[in-house]
């Protein structure tokens, strides 16, 4: 009875672990240990690679041929001998550690480009990474988001209310901003 | 009323007094009125002319009162400015009523005492006789002419005196020759003239230095074009995008100013070329169509060469191309984006200073750009400068003496051993004149240079001025050059003689420009054009029947006549003149406006050019005229220009010196810029980039207050020098803005104020080239060997800071 009770709560938690998703996603590995800490300390930006981010709603992964643009010349060891081997084969088949539920919409752009947000407020501190992360660095619910919007929603009307000209743009917190 | 007899008295002496007094009054008043209305209305004559104050040449309106120089303003039909004028045009009055000017000729008293006033005859004598003895004793080859910036049949006299002379020996000292094709456009294209940018038409301006607004070949004309990128209905917005160590003019005007390392420009260039291959964004039609050299290629004799797409894309990785030019990657991608994407696109690789030792590879890099985002003969991109149809003149005469000094091998060394690549340099002179090779020079004449002051070899120029036994200046000035004459001939200043212009830096037109005298010469000066075909008239020979012309008019009237002759352009005319034959051409239509050439003539002294907006071809063959009828990447040219070189001389050590220090074997011939080591800082940690302001005139200006007067806005700076250091680089130096600093070079030290200014790169100092006393930035210029222009490198010079 004591032991059937043992394995029943195991079972319980094993069952939730697994099918209600309390273990979170799988660790991703990447086929190229990418060091985001090297290149930013080559007074790379994030949006050199990620340049999708500054014009589009999705900000993708970097082409083969942009690694290359730097990598592509000269005796190559270790990773970058890998990068240079995709030239020939095609895209590096790079995974997708962050993933929004499927019924939000966040343009990149938006954020990025016109709001200023750095990437670091939703990615974490990913410049301080030697590997690649094998999952989100940072969890994003829509606490986090509404936080942000109403503080910036704020900040706008304290601007108007002091007759200043305003600059910055009201942020909607309206369900169908997002959920669209 | 009752009427006494003392009464009556005092009434009529009153009555006269009145009388008096008022008659004088009006007497008075009249007088008044008629010198008031001979003030008020002298004879107003508008007179047609051309700045010569850069080489941009824009038409002018010289405003003259009763044959007085009054005013300037722009010549509204000229089409190179189209009546706009910039600062630099007002100065032509300072200029002409310059107090100082030299009012006649000078000769020195004795072995150069001082100077004293001379008649022209004797003066011309003096210099006959001594051209004749030394031809006489058969050293005409020991003869120099030093011109400086100037162009079109001044050049052409002086040429054709030196040829039917016997010299080999007429040089040009100048860091920009505008009337030639670049040498990588030579090399490249095989172009003969030089290349126009359609800036006007296009939808993207990538410049390398190029000063469009302020400093380049035509700073209105270029304004003008730039103005209307802004975009219409009809055409969307360009964008222009500006690499210059020095956020100058045209870079706050710019779209995006993007500082750079100076001398860098080149690899910079690669690196845009690498991503413009990697992702795919070049012209492959034109590409595949048009060039050669691109892949790699096996010659006939089955060696295989590396093509250049390989080399760029192995060596020029863009995080060594941003650690060498200090470009963000994130830069040269969306500068690589706009170029490919916004099309027409135009690339300019053309400025005044070089780029720096590797000035020629650096501009065929540049130059690749316009190749590979296919620019080349479209509207919008590069287009080929048309030839004016000007009357061939007939050919020099040469006699045995002249054939025999013209044997002899240049003093200055252009054409052989390090300078094989260029035709003129100056910078070499001073020093073969002071170790008397090939041979010593026995007189020189300077014309319209004054190198003890605007060379970066100054002072060995002035060393070499003590051993050259006579000197001539026709400078209307006594500037540092002419003090040290013996003799000086005063030329008349531009707006009082005859001249020409032939601007070749246009885009879709050619243009010839006339100007008759806009005032009669203040004093007794004279045209030295005049002066050189009265010398050929008193040498007689080969010399006189080669120069026969009785003046510089009639020389100008002989050539002017292909003009009329050539069945096409026209005299400008205004607006709904020019759209109704603009119209006529379009459908193959040309009507003589002239019957005769006199009135042609008579036209184009009154409305003051010639042009022809529609008879330039514009296509790619037109412009590819190498050995493979392709833009070579891989130059044919250069690789036979070298070969012979070395058949000639029998050693191959300068000409790969020159190009860039060490055998690279194909690398030499293809665009590309090495990667210089990264070098220590050292006892000079800062780089000197010298710039020009748009105020500043050809012969700086000294004598102009007008333009020493205009301010430097980004400094809030007149009149004085200063040096622009950076923010960062001046609180690590203790700097306040407005310090005194001496800024010193291995060579010397000068002393200037600071002045703090964030649009450089923290380790450039930047002086600009001023007009005026005071300290000379060629006190700090070492005297570099500048392979492709002769001129010797400005802006490589390391210096330091400190606090005066």
Known sequence: ?180 | MRVTRRGFIQAVGATAGAAALVRGRLTKAEVGVQDFERWATPEETPVPSICQQCPGGCGLIARTLDGQLAGISGNPLHPINRGALCPKAYGALQLLYDPDRLKGPMVRAGDRGRFRSIGWDEALRLVTERLAELRGKGLAHTVAVLGGQYRGYRDTLWRRFAEAYGTPNYIRARCLAPEHPALAHQLMQGVTSPLGYDLAEARCILSFGAGLLEAWLGPVHAALAIAGLGGTRERPRARLIHIDPHRSLTGAKADRWVPIVPGTDGILALGIANALIREGLYDREFVEQHTFGFDDWTDPRGQRHEGFRDLVLSEYGLLTVSTATGVPVKTILEIARDLATLKPAVVIGERGPAYGPDDLHTRMAIHSLNALVGSLGVRGGVLLQGELPLSPLPPVQQDETARRGRGHPRIDGAGRGQYFLVSDASQALPERILGGKPYPVNALFLFGSNPLASHPAKEAFAQAFDRIPFIVSFSPFLDESSSRADLILPDHTYLERWQDDQVTHLAGFTCFSLARPAAAPLHQTRDAADVVLQLAKSLGGGVARSLAWENFEKVLYAGARGLFDAGRGYVISTAPEESLRRVLERQGYWAPEFESYDEFWNALGERGAWWDPTGLPISRKALLRTASGKFEFYSTALRQRVEDAEKREGTRAAFVGALGGRDRGDQLYLPIAPVPARAEAGAFPLRLNTYRLVTRPIGGGRNQPWLLEQPAVHVHAAWERWAEVHPHTATKLGIKDGDWIWVESPKGRIRLRAKLFAGTLPEVVNIPLFGGGGPNQNDLIGNEPDAFRGFGLLNTTRVKVSRA
């Not at chain 1, 999705?58 to 030239?87: D, M, W």
């Not at chain 1, 539920?101 to 343009?107: D, E, G, L, S, T």
Request: proline fraction near 7%.
């Open chain 1, 1 to 180: 009875m004591k032991w059937s009770a043992v394995i029943g709560a195991l079972a319980i938690v094993a069952l939730a672990w697994g099918v209600l998703g309390l273990r979170g996603a799988p660790e991703v590995t990447q086929p190229i240990a990418f060091p985001h800490k090297t290149h930013i300390e080559l007074n790379l930006q994030c949006t050199s690679c990620h340049d999708r981010a500054e014009k589009e709603a999705v900000a993708g992964r970097p082409r083969t041929a942009l690694c290359l643009s730097c990598h592509g010349g000269g005796e190559a060891t270790g990773e970058i001998k890998k990068v240079q081997a995709f030239e020939k084969v095609g895209e590096i088949p790079w995974k997708r550690v962050w993933r929004l539920p499927p019924h939000v919409f966040f343009p990149h752009r938006t954020h990025v480009v016109v709001a200023g947000v750095k990437c670091q407020t939703c990615h974490g501190p990913m410049e301080t990474l030697d590997r690649p992360p094998g999952r989100p660095l940072k969890t994003l619910t829509m606490d986090d988001c509404l936080a942000c919007h109403e503080a910036r929603a704020r900040r706008v009307e304290k601007t108007a209310e002091r007759g200043v000209v305003k600059t910055a743009r009201a942020l909607s917190t309206d369900c169908n901003a997002c959920h669209r």
